[in-house]
């Protein structure tokens, strides 16, 4: 069966030749050329990925991210931007973005960063350290089946990115998570630019528990993280 990706990119002379040739390598693929109804295209193509060009001209891409992932928090996006700024590439994450490639890009990149979430969306679905239902987390519930994290006041739909570092967290609460070990293990490799965004997604999470002060991530110098949470 055929990989189906949903390919939003408005430079016609480019979308056609990644289109073509991801057609040629046996992908299934649905181009656009505008952030216009994409949420419908979604629900009617049902893509596996989205790979997604930030600078568009008819929305902010940013902002197209954050409403694809709260309909669809577990669809992977990979997004595409010709600026190099770390601000604007961290931006890019915390919209939800779960991969990004600097433009110009190879193809042969962009296949392989498409199989990298591929196998990560499968181990994630296998259930690969998951709890399999819910996890009580001091005042909250985390729901893993339904990307959801849970305080008393609301609900917070989790990414894949973000699910993957909390469950890696809470297969060892209260116990030190190697920093390297979550590297490779999410991102395949812990390179500096991994690294700073695997710091993105702790910032993240440490905002989203706030609403405990018991609940900490703590940063183990040269090590990895420390998740406290309270005992019942």
């Not at 992908?27 to 893509?47: H, M, N």
């Not at 591929?118 to 259930?127: T, V």
């Not at 305080?151 to 030190?176: A, E, F, G, H, Y």
Request: hydrophobic letters at 40%; glycine letters at 6%; a neutral charge.
């Amino acid at each position: 069966m055929k990989r189906k990706v949903l390919y939003i990119e408005d430079e016609p002379f480019l979308g056609k030749i990644v289109k073509e040739t991801l057609e040629n390598q046996d992908f299934e693929v649905l181009w656009k050329t505008s952030g216009i109804g994409i949420l419908q295209e979604i629900r009617i193509f049902a893509p596996e990925i989205c790979v997604l060009d930030i600078m568009l001209p008819d929305v902010d891409g940013y902002e197209l991210c954050r409403q694809v992932k709260h309909r669809f928090p577990v669809l992977p996006v990979i997004f595409l931007t010709a600026k190099t700024e770390t601000a604007d590439l961290v931006k890019g994450f915390e919209a939800g973005g779960t991969d990004y490639m600097k433009k110009p890009f190879s193809i042969e990149e962009l296949i392989a960063r498409l199989h990298n979430q591929f196998h990560l969306a499968e181990g994630k679905n296998r259930g690969a350290g998951i709890p399999a239902e819910e996890m009580a987390l001091g005042r909250y519930l985390f729901f893993p089946a339904r990307c959801e994290l849970c305080s008393p006041s609301r609900t917070i739909k989790l990414s894949q990115r973000d699910m993957q570092v909390l469950s890696m967290l809470t297969d060892r609460i209260n116990r030190v998570t190697d920093r390297k070990t979550m590297l490779v293990s999410i991102w395949g490799d812990d390179s500096f630019f991994n690294s700073r965004t695997l710091d993105v997604y702790i910032r993240k999470l440490r905002n989203y528990l706030s609403e405990d002060p018991r609940i900490e991530i703590v940063t183990m110098k040269s090590k990895g993280y420390l998740f406290l949470v309270p005992e019942k």
